[in-house]
C-alpha cells in the first residue's frame, strides 16, 4: 500500500535561517507530488507541484523553492526565512490528475 | 484560469438537521471536482469526488455532493449532522483541459455542529 511521509512535524526557526521540509512516497512511481501551505489554520495555497524528476512548477513568486531529487522525494526549502514564512505545509500526492490527493500529516513552522 | 469559491466562513447547524456547505468554481472545461475535511493540525482527508456521470455523488461518512453545471458549484451536504461532523471543509477543483496537474482549493469552511 501507497504511504506518504512528511517530517519534522513542527519545527521553530529564527529569522533568517535556511529551510528544509522533506517528504517522501511509498508504494507508488512516478507521482505528481505537491506542496501547500495552509495560514491560520485556513484556505490551502497551492506553492508548488511536479510531474516528475526535476520538473518543478511554481504558482506563487516567493521565498521559497522547492526540488524533486528522486522520483519520490519532494523538498520544499528556503536560503532565509520570513516571518511571513510561518504556516502549516502539507505534502501530497496522486497518481493521475483525475484522482483524489494523499495528504501528509503536515509541518508547522514557526518562524521568530 | 481555474479557481473555486467558498463564500461562507463558518456553517452552524444543530445536530440531526440537514447541512449544506456552498462551493463555486470557474474553469474553462468541465471540471474535476472535490471536497476534503480536516481535523485539528492534521492533513486533509477526502470525502468524495465528481470527475463525470451522475450529477449527485456520494461519500465518506454520509456526505454527498451536487454538480450543478448552470450554476457552477459542486455544494457538500448531509441529511443529517453530528457532532463528530464538526471539522474545516475544503472543496478543490482541476480543469482537466489544462495541460498542468495542478488542484486548487478554496478558502475553507469550519462546520460547527451543536449538540
Known amino acids: 500500500s501507497q504511504t506518504i511521509h512528511q517530517w519534522p512535524a513542527t519545527l521553530v526557526q529564527p529569522v533568517g535561517s535556511p529551510l528544509s521540509l522533506e517528504c517522501t512516497v511509498e508504494?507508488?512511481?512516478?507521482?505528481?507530488l505537491y506542496w501547500y501551505r495552509q495560514a491560520a489554520g485556513r484556505g490551502l495555497q497551492l506553492l508548488f507541484y511536479s510531474v516528475g524528476i526535476g520538473q518543478i512548477s511554481s504558482e506563487v513568486p516567493q521565498n521559497l523553492s522547492a526540488s524533486r531529487p528522486q522520483d519520490r522525494q519532494f523538498i520544499l526549502s528556503s536560503k532565509k526565512l520570513l516571518l511571513s514564512d510561518s504556516g502549516f505545509y502539507l505534502c501530497?500526492?496522486?497518481?493521475?490528475?483525475?484522482?483524489?490527493?494523499?495528504f501528509g500529516s503536515g509541518t508547522q513552522l514557526s518562524v521568530l | 484560469a481555474q479557481s473555486v469559491a467558498q463564500p461562507e466562513d463558518q456553517v452552524n447547524v444543530a445536530e440531526g438537521n440537514p447541512l449544506t456547505v456552498k462551493c463555486t468554481y470557474s474553469?474553462?472545461?468541465?471540471?474535476?471536482l472535490f471536497w476534503y475535511v480536516q481535523y485539528p493540525n492534521r492533513g486533509l482527508q477526502f470525502l468524495l469526488k465528481y470527475i463525470t456521470g451522475d450529477n449527485l455523488v456520494k461519500g465518506s461518512y454520509g456526505f454527498e455532493a451536487e454538480f450543478n453545471k448552470s450554476q457552477t458549484s459542486f455544494h457538500l451536504k448531509k441529511p443529517s449532522a453530528l457532532v463528530s461532523d464538526s471539522a474545516l471543509y475544503f472543496c478543490a477543483v482541476r480543469d482537466p483541459y489544462s495541460s498542468a496537474s495542478k488542484i486548487i482549493f478554496g478558502s475553507g469552511t469550519r462546520l460547527s455542529i451543536r449538540p
Open positions: 508504494g507508488t512511481s512516478n507521482p505528481n
Open positions: 474553469v474553462s472545461g468541465n471540471p474535476y
Open positions: 501530497a500526492w496522486n497518481q493521475r490528475p483525475e484522482e483524489k490527493l494523499f
